[in-house]
């Protein structure tokens, strides 16, 4: 993740959010009519995968913007937690989706029927994929520079159906050209890949709600800025977690005895304030333990 301040991460943020949900509205509009047309179950497989990443990001958006709002009484430690909350709905939502569309696929599979206006069907897919690709871009430049959790999940759905995308023109020529079940076969590929990715998603929204640490590389940049801090003779009981785009950090530094109350209280904060330069945001609480330098 890039340093940047709050304030432009906050506002990459805001931007990402809500590009997704344009993009999502303006495909389920369109792959809604021509569903309609068609008849493809493949197309509505990508109908059904807009309106999931639709709830979604509207989801994202406003966890995101909950996110942002500063601490409160009631919440001395922010509202970055929202975002996992985000991620964890967002996986159910998927999941069940997935079910939906295998479910579908399935009778499809039993009566198979070729679809009708495949140019418009292909028309739609090749729209999709373009604002996919934008899209995504966008995103994960936002991730990039923020580390957001959100949006790197909402991206992830957006990731995913250029494969799928493709996938699906395909099917559509193929089934027009007389091979019906592969219409269907199609979607049902997509099901499980939907559901797959909802694991995934969900997965990781539990371990941040359940305070995992920081990235063991993340760590490591903590650890020697703290280490290779004035004064700091030795370093224990590192702990970090992460709230939204915020990066929790105690630790206990080890100093010299022979300090006075004042050295050793400037000693700390200088140390702290090294974390905060590296990832702008961060609340660190480092304790001091007294101890005797070495001769």
């Given at each position: ?149 959100a949006v790197a999940g909402d991206s ?109 209280h400037d000693y700390i904060r200088a ?25």
């Amino acid at each position: 993740m890039q340093t940047i301040s709050p304030e432009q991460g906050a506002r990459l943020m805001r931007a990402a959010t809500t590009a997704s949900s344009l993009v999502a509205l303006t495909l389920i509009l369109a792959k809604a009519v021509v569903w309609q047309w068609s008849g493809s179950v493949s197309l509505l497989a990508s109908l059904v995968d807009s309106v999931m990443d639709g709830v979604a990001s509207l989801m994202t958006l406003l966890a995101v913007r909950y996110s942002l709002v500063p601490p409160d009484d009631e919440h001395r430690f922010g509202h970055g937690s929202a975002e996992a909350l985000a991620g964890l709905a967002q996986a159910l939502f998927i999941g069940a989706s997935a079910v939906f569309l295998f479910t579908e696929g399935l009778q499809r599979l039993r009566a198979p029927s070729p679809p009708e206006a495949t140019g418009w069907a292909v028309a739609v897919m090749v729209l999709s994929i373009v604002l996919t690709v934008a899209l995504v871009s966008f995103q994960r430049y936002v991730v990039k520079r923020t580390g957001s959790t959100a949006v790197a999940g909402d991206s992830l759905h957006y990731l995913s159906d250029l494969a799928t995308n493709v996938a699906i023109i395909v099917a559509i020529l193929v089934a027009g050209a007389g091979w019906v079940w592969f219409d269907a076969g199609v979607a049902l590929v997509i099901a499980v890949m939907i559901f797959l990715s909802a694991l995934k998603l969900g997965y990781d929204a539990v371990q941040l709600l359940l305070d995992r640490e920081l990235p063991s590389d993340i760590r490591q940049r903590i650890e020697a800025l703290l280490r290779e801090s004035e004064g700091v003779l030795g370093l224990h009981d590192l702990r970090t977690r992460q709230s939204g785009r915020v990066y929790f950090v105690q630790a206990h530094v080890e100093l010299d005895r022979q300090l006075s109350f004042e050295q050793a209280h400037d000693y700390i904060r200088a140390a702290g304030d090294r974390v905060r330069a590296a990832f702008p945001g961060a609340e660190v609480l480092i304790h001091g333990d007294p101890v005797t330098a070495a001769p």
